[in-house]
């Protein structure tokens, strides 16, 4: 369960498919009315493919954020009903306001619980204020079966304050870190080619690009106003992206002067292609539970440039890998970016990719089927 059928498709699917493997019959309850970042066409898709494997769709009306109160009480009514009449063996939770009602729901028809927290609100760098959500993971900890972090910043956290009965760390929702040996130089250079034609930018253009949603949290304008700093017209940003702050990002770059450099993606689905293309990656984000783009990004082979926060310094190991900046500091970011926008693209050592495997699917698709065997027994 979570709040969007978007967050059920980026980030669960293979989950639901290791309990169907199971032998479990699979229900999954999100908002598919108001369904996220994903197109409306993917979010059919979804439901199709959800259909086509016999899982069990539930389109529960709960909300992102902390929703409002009887919107709220009526999700938690349809909770309880759906879990009387369905006896489920586990209920897997994701997001906080889902969580939340999810618990309780399981908490009332004695329902084991699975909670993985895709990067607490609250976290060393956040404002004071984000710190007034602790005392409800902190309460809600007690009726939690086990309790999965994505950081370690949040694993060490929840494993001195919170009180769930077991506490894991499993390193998000992995990818496909076997792609990793499965480019050349020459799919960079085409790629690249296609890219340039697509947006018909000169020849010589560098290409820096960032992955993520268009919203205050992801922060890419402090990519725009580090690119102002530099006076490097050859410097194209391309966002693939989806949200409500384009149009003040669009007015930041014109304000700016650097318009032309700034392009557009919205929403797709190949983002390996687009890393092949760049030149240099970008991940400025405010907060984070553990970014999948910046996995991507390293796996694709672009060098990454990081913010220092949670979630994402976890696998910038080394300066192998990338850097890290501080995500307020514009002036950082614009020496990062000149410096290694012309940085060839190297394969990492063995040593280094090893210590990414950690990361890999596979790995963490064998720890998720072993929790939840733990729990079914």
């Known amino acids: 369960m979570a709040s969007t059928a978007s967050f059920i498709a980026q980030f669960n699917h293979r989950n639901i498919k290791i309990l169907q493997s199971m032998g479990y019959e699979v229900h999954v309850a999100a908002n598919f009315t108001h369904y996220g970042t994903l197109s409306a066409k993917s979010n059919q898709q979804f439901m199709d493919w959800l259909a086509s494997k016999k899982f069990v769709i539930h389109n529960i009306p709960v909300e992102r954020g902390l929703g ?132 018909h930018l000169p020849e010589k253009s560098r290409i820096l690009i960032s992955v993520g949603e268009l919203s205050k949290r992801k922060n890419h304008r402090i990519v725009i106003e580090a690119l102002a700093m530099l006076d490097l017209p050859d410097i194209h940003f391309v966002i693939a992206g989806r949200g409500s702050q384009k149009k003040n990002l669009t007015d930041l770059a014109k304000h700016l002067g650097i318009e032309n450099q700034i392009h557009f993606l919205n929403y797709t689905k190949n983002i390996r292609h687009l890393h092949l293309a760049a030149d240099l990656a970008v991940l400025p984000s405010l907060r984070e539970g553990l970014s999948r783009a910046g996995l991507e990004a390293i796996r694709d082979g672009v060098y990454l440039l990081g913010a220092d926060i949670r979630g994402i310094k976890d696998y910038i190991l080394n300066e192998e890998i990338g850097r890290v900046f501080d995500p307020l500091d514009a002036k950082a970011l614009s020496i990062l970016i000149k410096n290694n926008i012309q940085r060839p693209r190297q394969n990492l050592t063995n040593t280094t990719v090893q210590r990414l495997m950690m990361f890999d699917r596979a790995a963490v698709d064998k720890q998720m089927r072993e929790i939840y065997q733990s729990i079914g027994e």
């Open 68 to 199: 409002k109160f009887r919107q709220n009480v009526a999700v938690l009514f349809l909770l309880n009903r759906l879990m009387k009449e369905n006896q489920f063996k586990i209920i897997h939770v994701h997001t906080p306001i889902a969580s939340v009602l999810g618990r309780l729901a399981a908490l009332k028809n004695h329902v084991p619980v699975v909670y993985t927290a895709h990067g607490f609100h609250f976290s060393k760098t956040s404002a004071w204020i984000n710190w007034l959500i602790f005392p409800i993971e902190w309460l809600f900890s007690f009726c939690t079966s086990e309790l999965l972090l994505i950081n370690q910043e949040d694993f060490l956290l929840a494993k001195r304050w919170l009180h769930a009965k077991n506490t894991q760390y499993v390193p998000g929702v992995g990818i496909n870190f076997r792609l990793l040996d499965q480019y050349n130089l020459s799919d960079h250079l085409s790629a690249k080619q296609e890219l340039l034609a697509t947006y």
